[in-house]
Nanobody, 115 residues
Framework: QVQLVESGGGLVQAGGSLRLSCAAS????????MAWYRQAPGKQRELVAV???????NYADSAKGRFTISRDNAKNTVHLQMSSLKPEDTAVYYC?????????WGQGTQVTVSS
């Protein structure tokens, strides 16, 4: 079992920044690819950014140029630095990984961007 705990969400004005963090614990040997997803009210959950163990990353078009995903393998943490936030970035942000064939999700952290 792997536990993921997100933190860092909150209320921010448009144009502002937030840094989300996700700490992984449990049955971890080598933490695999990790990702951030988000789900806005009434919408499907969508991928925001993903990072491999070696540090290769990819972003949704909506996140490119504004968000940066990073990880610390020694601390089993992944971060999402978000800047130039827009009201449409308002959503619950979830940390995700897969280990041993199982998919794990955190409980989510709310990000609200006011206009």
């Amino acid at each position: 079992q792997v536990q993921l705990v997100e933190s860092g969400g909150g209320l921010v004005q448009a144009g502002g920044s937030l840094r989300l963090s996700c700490a992984a614990s449990g049955s971890i040997y080598l933490l695999n690819t990790m990702a951030w997803y988000r789900q806005a009210p009434g919408k499907q959950r969508e991928l925001v950014a993903v990072i491999t163990r070696s540090g290769n990353s990819n972003y949704a078009d909506s996140a490119k140029g504004r968000f940066t995903i990073s990880r610390d393998n020694a601390k089993n943490t992944v971060h999402l630095q978000m800047s130039s936030l827009k009201p449409e970035d308002t959503a619950v942000y979830y940390c995700n990984t897969n280990q041993g064939g199982s998919v794990y999700w955190g409980q989510g952290t709310q990000v609200t961007v006011s206009s």
